[in-house]
């Protein structure tokens, strides 16, 4: 059975940095679409950051690019999202997905396994 565990979430100041990282059991993470999402009361869950397991390559949400990278650990085995600068807007309940046939990732229903989310505040 598959199963994602996201961690790090934490109270951080406005400008403040946070990583969040994504763990798996049932798989190795590593050879896995690996994407980052979010949800903020009162908002749709949207997209925040992919990363390719072929290629490497990764992809960001306009609203995250230059401040947020994610990246793979492989000694440790995670997906992690490094956040800088982060905004009170970044408030959001952070989820991690995977899948096996993920294609499109900016598209959460590509995603067949979800972690239970990790809660990120940035409030001064």
């Known amino acids: 059975q598959v199963q994602l565990v996201e961690s790090g979430g934490d109270l951080v100041s406005p400008g403040g940095s946070l990583t969040l990282s994504c763990t798996a059991t049932g798989i190795t993470v590593q050879y896995y679409n690996v994407g980052w999402f979010r949800e903020a009361p009162g908002r749709e869950r949207e997209f925040v950051a992919a990363i390719r397991w072929y ?9 995250v690019k230059g401040r947020f990278t994610i990246s793979r650990d492989n000694s440790k085995l995670t997906v992690d999202l490094q956040m800088n600068t982060l905004k009170p807007e970044d408030t959001a309940i952070y989820f991690c997905a995977t899948g096996r046939n993920v294609d499109s990732t900016m598209i959460s229903s590509e995603y067949d396994y979800w972690g239970q989310g990790t809660q990120v505040t940035v409030s001064s």
């Open 55 to 63: 290629s490497g390559t990764t992809e960001y949400a306009d609203s």
